[in-house]
């Protein structure tokens, strides 16, 4: 594959963490007001970009997840009953905040009986009814394919809906530790036969060839996804999976082309492209 061996990071990778003022103001609010950012937490080389623009990213439902998957620095574990106060906080922030669009994701929350589908309806609604003009993307986990909870988060009308398949159906079982490839296609083809714009996005760089990354867009795109995010893995830590490659720039603008021939709205393809990257782009009418 088109890339540069795994041993050192390419010169396109090395990125410095923003530091501007707006940055840590952004960083405060959500300390202040106990909110989980991906953007910081992650340590996305995006953030301060997405933050100028009117974009964050916010982690509902705590920051313990139930899953290991081999990929993700979350905390694996059992999580902390959910805070019935956190959509009111969270809808409040928002709001001083001033922000145009956000993206709402969660932790895995398989303990409890609805996966966490009701806060889900609940967060959506008290941000859509606090904020009126905003536009909200909820990156939703995969709720064990269960429809009438995926049509929780469904019927409170976020405007995207996302679900990531992280990587092709090969290499599903080695990285993620409990959802399925299948169910993943299930759980998008559900989204996009409802009123929200249906959204997935694939990791590069674990020992994925560029035949696999066809298939996958052909099988997210029978599923009706209409957003593509294409963006390098990284390892967080020694104890995840390693790097298999570096992707070259080159190769993101080629997998670009091919997902446009495909007949996607949209595909965001590069080393650094996160799930929320350029978020706000992702919202048209259906």
Sequence with gaps: MSGHNAHSKPSWLRIRLPRTDEYRWMNQMARDHQLHTICTSGKCPNAAECWGRGTATFMILGDICT??????NVLTGRPLPPDPEEPLRLARTIRQMNLKHIVITSVDRDDLPDGGAGAWSQTIGAVKQ??????????????????????????ASPEVVSHNVETVRRLTPLIRS??????????????????SVAKSGLMLGLG?????????????????????????????????????????????????????ERGFRVVESGPLVRSSYHAENHVFIK
């Design 67 to 72: 899953r290991s998957c081999r990929f993700c």
């Design 130 to 155: 606090w904020n009126p003009s905003l536009t909200i993307e909820a990156l939703i986990p995969d709720f064990d394919g269960q429809t009438g909870l995926i049509d929780q988060v469904l019927e």
């Design 178 to 195: 409990r959802a399925k490839y299948e169910v993943s296609l299930r759980v998008l083809a559900r989204i996009a036969a409802s009123h």
């Design 208 to 260: 994925e060839t560029e035949e696999e990354v066809c298939q996958a867009m052909d099988d997210l795109r029978t599923a009706g996804v209409e957003v593509l995010t294409l963006g390098q893995y990284l390892q967080p830590h020694s104890a995840l999976l390693p790097v298999s490659a570096y992707i070259s720039p080159e190769q993101f603008d080629k997998y670009r082309d091919l997902g446009i």
